[in-house]
């Protein structure tokens, strides 16, 4: 039977943090800097500033 100890197993849920972390990280700033997305990112922007103005 495969026995895991405790500090194996804080190392190896570390690292998966770690690589998720980057992974959505990745994701977000690809997602943001995607070329499709900045007509929405640019209407977001001036609608926010024109319901301030009213």
Not at 2 to 22: C, R
Not at 44 to 54: G, P, R, S, T, V
């Amino acid at each position: 039977m495969l026995q895991i100890d405790h500090e194996t197993l804080v190392v190896f849920s570390k690292s998966y943090g770690l690589f998720y972390l980057m992974a959505v990280f990745a994701a977000a700033t690809a997602y943001a800097c995607w070329p499709g997305n900045k007509e929405k990112f640019d209407r977001a922007k001036h609608d926010i500033l024109d319901e301030d103005d009213q």
